[in-house]
């Protein structure tokens, strides 16, 4: 047993010696899942090392890294044991890091998604009275304007919130509008306006990633429309 004890340390202390020899450095893999919607992605990674490298695989293409220079990658040299990637319209999905030190890490600085919206209903400038009843409705677009399609495997769900004038708050239900203009999200019912004032419309537009935590690529806390007061009956 001591024998074999022996021998198969002595393999190892070989090995070890015979990868110094070859010039072979131990490598290790990452892998991060960025969420779908992405317009741009920052990655910090940090070595202890100056010829630490790393080697980026995107999800559609596992045995082809991006190297930096290409369209839509950009890399940044902070110093010695720090640089920066940026990433453009990744593809969603599990992306893996091949390291040339274990030591190194790569860690998402910031993200930022392309989704962006529009309050449609009631239209700007619309006048609306006291006890009118409007359905709301909310179009979403890209980061040019055009009505954004939902990217195949993550729909998109909108939770929409209805601020009253004295602050109460009401969830809306949503639902996608299936006619008429692509993108556009429509209350089922219509929203009754029995207060004067600022209506605030907050939404908050989610999607599922690849491991189905929910990532929200929306947030918008500033649409809203005006009600004015009914009038007076003696007034007519």
Not at 103 to 117: D, L
Not at 178 to 205: H, K, N, S, W
Request: proline share 8%; charged share 20%; with cysteine.
């Amino acid at each position: 047993m001591k024998v074999q004890c022996l021998r198969f340390l002595l393999g190892l202390v070989l090995a070890s010696l015979l990868g110094g020899l070859a010039g072979g450095t131990p490598q290790a893999e990452e892998s991060l899942v960025f969420p779908p919607y992405l317009e741009s992605v920052v990655l910090d990674v940090f070595s202890d090392e100056r010829k630490a490298a790393v080697e980026v695989f995107p999800p559609d293409a596992p045995h082809q890294p991006l190297a930096a220079g290409t369209a839509g990658v950009e890399e940044i040299r902070l110093g010695q044991v720090l640089h920066t990637l940026i990433i453009r319209r990744p593809a969603p999905g599990r992306w893996t890091f091949r390291k040339s030190r274990p030591t190194t890490r790569v860690k998402i600085q910031s993200q930022q998604f392309f989704p962006r919206g529009v309050l449609v209903a009631p239209a700007s400038g619309e006048p609306l009275q006291q006890y009118d009843q409007v359905h709301v409705a909310y179009q979403v677009t890209d980061e040019n304007g055009a009505p954004l399609r939902e990217l195949p495997r993550y729909p998109l769900t909108a939770e929409v919130v209805l601020v009253q004038p004295g602050g109460d708050r009401v969830v809306l239900a949503m639902e996608r509008q299936t006619q008429g203009d692509p993108g556009v999200f429509r209350t089922l019912q219509r929203v009754m306006c029995d207060l004067p004032g600022r209506y605030g419309i907050e939404v908050a537009l989610t999607t599922p990633d690849l491991t189905g935590r929910k990532v929200k690529v929306l947030q918008d806390r500033w649409s809203g429309f005006w009600v004015g007061a009914a009038k007076d009956m003696d007034t007519f």
